[in-house]
C-alpha cells in the first residue's frame, strides 16, 4: 500500500526550477508529442521525480495557463508513483492547447 500522506504531495524538491535545468532537459532528454503537449524526460541522479511545466502566452490568457500548469501538476502529483525510475520532466503546452 502506498503511504498517502508523503508519496502524494508535490514538494517544493521536486520542481525543476533553474532555467539551466529546463534547458538541460529539454536539449538532451528524450521527447514525446501528444496532441496538445511535448514531454521531455531525462534521468537524473537524485531519487525522486522532478516535474517543470513551461506555457508561453501564445496559449493564452494569466489565468488561462496557471490553470494548464495546476492541471498538469495535479496530475504528476497523483501519477509520480506509477514511473519507473527517476526523471527530470518538462512538460510543454502547444499552442492550441484545450
Known amino acids: 500500500m502506498v503511504n498517502a500522506k508523503g508519496s502524494f504531495r508535490f514538494t517544493r524538491k521536486e520542481r525543476i526550477a ?7 532537459v529539454m536539449k538532451t532528454g528524450r ?3 501528444s496532441k496538445n ?5 531525462k534521468e537524473n541522479e537524485i531519487e525522486f521525480h522532478r516535474l517543470g511545466v513551461v506555457v ?3 496559449v493564452g490568457s494569466a489565468t488561462y495557463r ?4 495546476r492541471v498538469c501538476r495535479e496530475f504528476f502529483r ?3 508513483h506509477r514511473i519507473k525510475g527517476t526523471f527530470d520532466i518538462v512538460i510543454l503546452a502547444k499552442k492550441d492547447v484545450v
Open 18 to 24: 533553474h532555467p539551466q535545468d529546463f534547458k538541460r
Open 31 to 33: 521527447k514525446f508529442a
Open 37 to 41: 503537449f511535448i514531454f521531455f524526460m
Open 56 to 58: 508561453s502566452k501564445e
Open 66 to 69: 496557471n490553470r494548464i500548469k
Open 78 to 80: 497523483l501519477h509520480k
